[in-house]
């Protein structure tokens, strides 16, 4: 039998299960009340992410008994109960993390600073053992700072903290001392105990605490509410380092002892720093005796001081960063720092230049028609140069970055700028035969055309689709597109020698979605891809629009603008990376592919630059007349687009090498890209309006550097 009347000292749960007798016993005393909150919490565990294992969710619910409250409540097993009680944590701290401070001990001398930090502790799963220790009882004056009741009024203050934690998490250990530390106990006290922190008002005991704690190699915790002081002494790494910093001097505990109350008052001063206290709080120190009691604590700034100390104790756990020394954070400092926050633009109002007219001239035409090509990045990595009678168009490795494995993706861009120059060729009455060569370091590949009088009017009808080709971003939808369409698209294709295939159905579109989509979220997660990717983007603000990607051509809503703000940021993509998460890193993509009207892939045989070139070419002869068909035409290019085997895949990505290649093999199978063919491009088709902003070019008179578009 568990007598509710017993022990007032009493401050830990008696956990039971359904069968235990005692239990019985309880529910038939009338004075018992029983809280009944079990299928709330079986909810909750059951809708955790992710699905927590079979042993857990099979669990037994147990019945917690608080003697003092005179109640029992039902609870998860101690496996769910803590899942689902630390869940929020995550990841803030990882499990991985969590399990690891659950090994710690810590010990709290002084129970009314001490009573918030410790209930902190054990509430944000900090460490899985607290030791309490203090002598005194809870009084009416200490109610102004303690979360406590006018209940616990008589009631040592180290057993109202142990009850308060026990309420919160009964599986939870608390060993409890209610005779305080001094020289004879602070010893058995400290007996395995990774981390104390001290919150004694006697300075006796501050020496006492702080000398057995270097003896043992115990990293010792203080805060002061004023101005919230957190004090550091890591005697775990450094057990010679003189006690408080050594601003107690030579003074010992023994030699304390012997001092009285007026002679100890120049060390109490000393060890706060009476320099850096608040005015308010220097100035009363000058009435303690007089018209104050003792010395003014404000509970506001225990709760500031239990959020430094929460720290201290995770770092010192995981092994992070954390001297020894003083710090401040003073409100009035941060008040005094207050700012208007920079609201961010909803709108990026369009502004582009009015479209230029084409040039009258025959070599400025395909100049400029060259120009409009699309490219990686929009990087434009090509020098073009035209003359009477033939157009070079040269691969600038300049403009490379780490998905264009082998200049392959330039190559690509390279083909599209001759195919369109052959366009603005046939358009003023010549015909273009294009030499793809192989050139040197400076210029890899080299396109040639080679021009003369003649016609055909087929590619001459396609030159003001070709100016008027884009990227479009937009959802738009997915209507059906028509058997003739696919024709003609394949047709252009295997004109170029290459070979078109385009998903529609929607099995294949689904399958491709979650492909596409965690071949996306390989490039956040991979620090170069990210940096190189956020590199591309231009702001309406930045001094030139002429290369790079306008992010208004993105076609984002204002959610996603807020949210490009944090994918942006390489420490959240690293801290993703770390917990294996990001899953919703590819939704867009995802919900993009999914909602189209066809994926097309563009595929060429060999594995040469010329071939990825005349690969290009395709690309820019079927996007032009997808747009002709009235498809909007978005490219999309994975990581592993232009890898031809796993060395290079480790080169994209060391950390994904092998996802990429699955992801490959899975791309390459429901495309049907046999294994002589290369990929060129993927295409997604959909119906849409036109774009909101058509991406910029530099200017093919310009011989500058490259500008930054994407790093090298």
């Known amino acids: 039998m568990i007598d509710g009347d017993g022990d007032s000292n009493r401050c830990t749960a008696v956990v039971l299960l359904a069968d235990d007798p005692v239990l019985a016993e309880l529910r038939s005393d009338p004075r018992i009340a029983f809280i009944d909150s079990a299928a709330q919490q079986q909810r909750a565990l059951r809708e955790s992410r992710p699905s927590p294992p079979e042993d857990v969710l099979a669990e037994p619910i147990r019945w917690a008994y608080y003697p003092w409250r005179r109640a029992v409540a039902d609870i998860l097993g101690p496996k769910g109960f803590r899942r689902v009680r630390l869940d929020r944590n995550r990841n803030l701290i990882t499990p991985a993390e969590q ?5 710690l001990t810590v010990g709290v001398v002084g129970l009314s600073v001490g009573h918030t930090i410790a209930y902190a502790l054990a509430a944000q799963g900090l460490c899985g053992l607290l030791r309490l220790s203090d002598f005194d009882d809870m009084d009416l004056t200490n109610l102004n700072r303690v979360p406590a009741s006018v209940l616990d009024i008589g009631v040592n203050k180290a057993i109202v903290c142990a009850r308060r934690i026990a309420e919160l998490d009964p599986y939870f250990p608390v060993r409890v001392d209610v005779s305080g530390v001094n020289a004879q106990t ?4 400290l007996d395995g105990v990774d981390i104390v922190i001290e919150e004694c008002d006697s300075l006796d005991a501050k020496l006492q605490v702080r000398e057995a704690a270097r003896a043992r190699g115990i990293p010792v915790l203080m805060t002061t509410s004023d101005r919230a002081l957190i004090d550091v002494e890591r005697f775990d790494l450094d057990p010679a380092r003189p006690i408080l910093h050594g601003l107690a001097g030579d003074l010992d505990a023994t030699g304390l002892a012997n001092l009285s109350s007026t002679d100890k008052l120049p060390y109490s001063l000393r060890l706060v720093e009476a320099s850096q206290v608040s005015a308010r709080m220097a100035a009363s120190l000058l009435e303690v005796g007089q018209t104050l009691s003792t010395w003014p604590q404000l509970t506001s700034e225990v709760a500031l001081n239990t959020s430094l100390v929460a720290e201290a104790v995770r770092r010192i756990g995981l092994g992070e960063h954390l001297p020894s020394g003083r710090a401040r954070m003073d409100i009035d400092e941060v008040f005094d720092r207050l700012e208007t926050p920079v609201v961010p633009a909803q709108e990026h109002p369009v502004d582009d230049p009015p479209v230029k007219v084409p040039p009258h001239r025959a070599t400025d035409a395909i100049a400029a028609a060259a120009q409009r090509a699309p490219s990686g990045g929009n990087a434009q990595p090509w020098r073009i ?17 780490t998905m264009d494995v082998g200049l392959r993706a330039s190559a690509v861009a390279v083909g599209a700028a001759t195919f369109n120059a052959r ?8 015909t273009g035969q294009v030499h793809y060569g192989a050139g040197d370091e400076a210029s890899p590949l080299i396109a040639t055309l080679t021009l003369a009088p003649g016609d055909d009017p087929e590619l001459a009808s396609l030159y003001e689709p070709m100016l008027a080709r884009e990227t479009n971003r937009r959802l738009g939808n997915a209507a059906p597109i ?5 024709a003609i698209l394949a047709a252009a294709a295997d004109a170029e020698g290459a070979r078109l295939r385009i998903l529609t159905g929607r ?12 071949a996306d979220r390989i490039r956040y997660l991979t620090p170069r891809l990210h940096a190189e990717m956020f590199a591309e983007l231009r702001w309406p603000d930045a001094p030139s629009l002429d290369s790079g990607i306008d992010v208004r051509t993105l076609e984002l809503s204002p959610a996603d603008w807020v949210m490009l703000e944090v ?4 420490e959240v993509m690293n801290h993703v990376k770390e917990w294996d998460g990001g899953r919703a890193l590819g939704d867009d993509t995802e919900r993009r592919v999914r909602g189209c009207a066809g994926l097309a892939v563009v595929s060429v045989k060999g594995r040469r630059l010329a071939d990825y070139a005349r690969a290009g070419a395709a690309v820019e002869s079927v996007w032009i007349r997808a747009e002709q068909h009235g498809l909007a035409v978005q490219p999309v290019s994975p990581p592993f687009l232009y890898a031809l085997d796993e060395p290079d895949r480790r080169r994209v990505s060391p950390t994904f090498a092998d996802d ?13 890209t046999g294994p002589a063919e290369s990929q060129a491009l993927i295409l997604r088709l959909t119906y849409a309006a036109r774009s909101s902003v058509r991406s910029r070019r530099r200017s093919h008179h310009r011989r500058d550097s490259p500008d930054g578009v994407r790093e090298g």
């Open 482 to 486: 028509s058997a003739g369409t696919v």
């Open 186 to 189: 602070v010893h058995e006290f």
């Open 507 to 518: 099995d294949d579109l689904e399958s491709a979605a979650a492909i596409l989509a965690a």
């Open 385 to 401: 140069e035209v003359a009477t009678g033939s157009a070079t168009i040269a691969l600038d490795p300049r403009y490379t970055t």
């Open 567 to 570: 994918l942006r940021r390489p």
């Open 99 to 103: 399990k690891r401070l659950g090994g």
């Open 660 to 672: 990429l290649g699955r992801l490959q093999y899975d791309f390459h199978q429901l495309a049907g």
């Open 423 to 430: 366009v603005a060729a046939a358009v003023h009455h010549m």
